[in-house]
């Protein structure tokens, strides 16, 4: 079996940051791309920002230059380094994980999330 799991989501109040983390373990062999999406109440599951294992970094537009996401590829760790953060961006946030296990299968794993408050 695969876990991923979140960290780093709180209470922030507007323009503040926040540093999310997702610690990925398990039966796990290889990973390959990793992302960051977010769900606010009422709303589907939107992308964030995505990295693939050779480093290369999408974001959307809805928080390009706002945020950055990395990952230490050693220890199966995927970052998400989020600024001047609005109201807007409250919701909850999901690493996922595109990755092969230690018995051949390729899949794509989520997280459970961890919930991102930005309020004065």
């Known amino acids: 079996q695969v876990h991923l799991v979140e960290s780093g989501g709180g209470l922030v109040q507007p323009g503040g940051s926040l540093r999310l983390s997702c610690v990925a373990s398990?039966?796990?062999?290889?990973?390959?791309?990793m992302g960051w999406y977010r769900q606010a109440p009422g709303m589907q599951r939107e992308l964030v920002a995505v990295i693939t294992n050779g480093g290369r970094t999408v974001y959307d537009d809805s928080m390009k230059g706002r945020c950055t996401i990395s990952r230490d590829t050693a220890k199966n760790i995927l970052y998400l380094q989020m600024n001047a953060l609005k109201p807007e961006d409250t919701a909850v946030y999901y690493c996922?994980?595109?990755?092969?296990?230690?018995?051949?299968?390729?899949?794509?794993?989520w997280g459970q999330g961890t919930q991102v408050t930005v309020s004065s």
């Open positions: 996922n994980a595109d990755l092969i296990s230690t018995t051949g299968d390729l899949s794509r794993s």
């Open positions: 398990g039966s796990i062999w290889s990973i390959k791309d």
